[in-house]
Structure formats: structure tokens, C-alpha cells
């Protein structure tokens, strides 16, 4: 198990079994093909561009290989201009985004490992930096 982080403060984080590097994800040097996992938890909000992640994620992982992304999300766009988080842009995925991405993920032979729901609660469950707000999860499997 490997994980991968731009911030150095990634060699600090537990886990038994599991090496951090630094570095970026896009620069890797990961075959094709080779990954059974691929997990993004409260990355792609940060500055990541999301269909760019979906490309490589694709390509890395094993037919049957499994993709976890968590996000920040409102399903209505949420104003973020000029906010930043941990150093970095920090923007929410919408419905709106979140369509795209479900359409750029199926492109690339990344199909939902199970129904997909855009809802969100009636009030928002987070609040933090001025924004209310929650998070999305999307899971999808490499098709074969």
C-alpha cells in the first residue's frame, strides 16, 4: 500500500503497512494498468483538475481496479472566489460537476460501482471557512 501527497506533513500521517511519498500524483511512475486501488479523499477540490485525474486514474488501474473520491459538494454552485484551503483554491463540485465528471469517468471505461445519488441533505451538515456544505463520495470500478 502506497500513499501520495504533495505536502510533506504526509510522511507524519499512521498507518501500518502503508509508505507515503511526496509528490504528485500526474508524475508518478505507476504502469498502466497496475492498481487495484486508487483512493482521492478532499483532493480534487484543492486545485486538481477532475477530468485530468480521471484520465490517469483510468489508465492505472487493473480491469476490476477500484476508484474512491470524496469532494466537498452542494448540489446548487457554491461562490468560493478567492478562498483558499491547506494553500490552495479550494472550489466545490456542484450536480452540475458532478455530471460531468460521472460522463468524463464513463468515457474512459469507469463505470459507478453502484447507484449514484446527487441529493444532499435539507441543511447542510458542515460549516467551515464561511461555507455550509457536504461531502460527495463517488466509487466506480475499471470495466475489463
Do not use: K, Q
Request: charged share 20%; glycine share 10%.
Amino acid at each position: 500500500l502506497t500513499g501520495c501527497d504533495t505536502d510533506p506533513r504526509v510522511r507524519r500521517m499512521p498507518g501500518a503497512g502503508l509508505t507515503y511519498l511526496l509528490g504528485d500524483f500526474f508524475a508518478l511512475e505507476v504502469p498502466a494498468r497496475s492498481l487495484a486501488a486508487i483512493t482521492c479523499l478532499s483532493v480534487v477540490e484543492h486545485g486538481m483538475d477532475p477530468e485530468a485525474f480521471f484520465a490517469r486514474a483510468a489508465a492505472r488501474l487493473a480491469p476490476g481496479g477500484r476508484l474512491l473520491l470524496t469532494t466537498d459538494y452542494w448540489p446548487d454552485p457554491i461562490d468560493t472566489t478567492g478562498l483558499e484551503a491547506f494553500g490552495r483554491p479550494w472550489r466545490f463540485c456542484s450536480r452540475d460537476d458532478a455530471g460531468r465528471w460521472l460522463e468524463a469517468a464513463a468515457a474512459l471505461g469507469l463505470r459507478p460501482d453502484g447507484p449514484v445519488d446527487l441529493a444532499a441533505p435539507p441543511e447542510a451538515p458542515l460549516a467551515w471557512n464561511g461555507r455550509m456544505y457536504t461531502f460527495l463520495w463517488l466509487a466506480f470500478v475499471a470495466e475489463d
